[in-house]
């Protein structure tokens, strides 16, 4: 089946660690994104990519960063910088690079920094 | 300021009521777009439409509708007939074409239905 995987779901690191959410799609798209969504929020975009090795910062990109070294995958590691780091993380994918098309979701990881 | 609001934070119906769901958006923007998303509990949100701003056609697919308003800046999702399935929050959200298309969302209404 294709879709988008995401792991792990449920992440506990304690303050002051970095740590790496895995994305993975098998739907051949080009897009891929990250978004963050709190409670009582709208989702809210952390990075996104049109291409390989090539990403863009969204509105809440302090504290993150992300690669695109291959299709399939774009890794979002959420580092000590990030002041509030606990939250529900989702990586999307499109067809192509621009957010009219439909965004495909995974299921999310839900990251606690104790 | 673009902005989209989803006053509604929360609504529990019984099941086989109609729901809507309402959208208002702020946006200079003489073209744009309007999307509805559904997230269930499991997490993934899933596309339901997208309405451009040319196209002001009520939409309809099976038990969902939507009414489009340009008048009064609106994009309200109704359910007829509702069910338990339909249990999720639902996103509202509308594209920034003046950010490289990034989508400006909604804080999303929580839907419960009830057997």
């Known amino acids: 089946d294709g879709g988008i995987t995401q792991s792990p779901k449920y992440l506990f690191r304690k303050e002051g660690q970095n740590v790496t959410l895995s994305c993975e799609q098998n739907?051949?798209?080009?897009?891929m994104y990250w978004y963050r969504q709190d409670p009582g929020q709208g989702l809210r975009l952390i990075y996104y990519?049109?291409?390989?090795?090539?990403?863009q910062k969204g509105d809440i990109a302090e504290g993150y960063s992300v690669s695109r070294e291959k299709k399939e995958s774009f890794p979002l590691t959420v580092t000590s910088a990030q002041k509030n780091p606990t939250a529900f993380y989702l990586c999307?994918?499109?067809?192509?690079?621009?957010?009219?098309?439909?965004?495909?979701f995974g299921p999310g990881t839900r990251l606690t920094v104790l | 300021a673009q902005k989209v609001t989803q006053a509604q934070t929360e609504i529990s119906v019984v099941e086989k009521e109609d729901v809507t769901l309402d959208c208002v958006y702020e946006?200079?923007?003489?073209?744009?777009?309007l999307f509805w998303y559904k997230q269930p509990p499991s997490g993934e949100l899933v596309f339901l439409i997208r309405?451009?701003?040319?196209d002001e056609q009520n939409e309809i697919s099976g038990r969902y509708s939507w009414n489009f308003q340009k008048s009064t800046s609106s994009f309200n999702f109704t359910i007829t007939a509702s069910q338990v399935v339909d249990s999720a929050v639902y996103f509202c959200?509308?594209?920034?074409?003046?950010?490289?298309?990034?989508?400006?969302w909604g804080a999303g209404t929580k839907l419960i239905i009830k057997p």
């Open positions: 959200a509308l594209i920034r074409m003046d950010s490289n298309y990034q989508l400006i």
């Open positions: 309405r451009n701003s040319f």
């Open positions: 990519s049109q291409i390989v090795n090539d990403f």
């Open positions: 739907l051949n798209h080009d897009a």
């Open positions: 946006t200079r923007d003489t073209t744009y777009y």
């Open positions: 999307a994918s499109s067809i192509e690079g621009l957010f009219l098309n439909e965004q495909f």
